[in-house]
Nanobody, 119 residues
Framework: QVQLVESGGGLVQPGGSLELSCAASGSIFDINRMGWYRQASGKERELVAVITSDGNTNYAESVKGRFTIARDNAENTVYLQMNMLKPEDTAVYYC?????????????WGQGTQVTVSS
């Protein structure tokens, strides 16, 4: 059974920083795509950042230059460093991992972690 455990959310003032992490446990291999999504209250879930197995990254325009995604392949962990946070970054953040379980490629989601940016 594969589980994704997120940590690092919380309350931060505008201009502050937070780092999220998401660790995958269980029999998942050949993880190619790892990403972060977020869903603000009353809005649809949106892509924040994604990183491929060869290190290529893609970011939402709204977070470019402020957020950095990274991965530790040995630990099956993906990170999201968030700097210069704004109130509009407030949302529940979800990690997503795409990898092989048995012979199938599967997609898994974390449980979500709340990030609140407020003074």
């Amino acid at each position: 059974q594969v589980q994704l455990v997120e940590s690092g959310g919380g309350l931060v003032q505008p201009g502050g920083s937070l780092e999220l992490s998401c660790a995958a446990s269980g029999s998942i291999f050949d993880i190619n795509r790892m990403g972060w999504y977020r869903q603000a209250s009353g809005k649809e879930r949106e892509l924040v950042a994604v990183i491929t197995s060869d290190g290529n990254t893609n970011y939402a325009e709204s977070v470019k230059g402020r957020f950095t995604i990274a991965r530790d392949n040995a630990e099956n962990t993906v990170y999201l460093q968030m700097n210069m946070l704004k109130p509009e970054d407030t949302a529940v953040y979800y990690c997503q991992i795409h990898g092989r379980v048995g012979i199938d490629m599967r997609l898994y989601w974390g449980q979500g972690t709340q990030v609140t940016v407020s003074s």
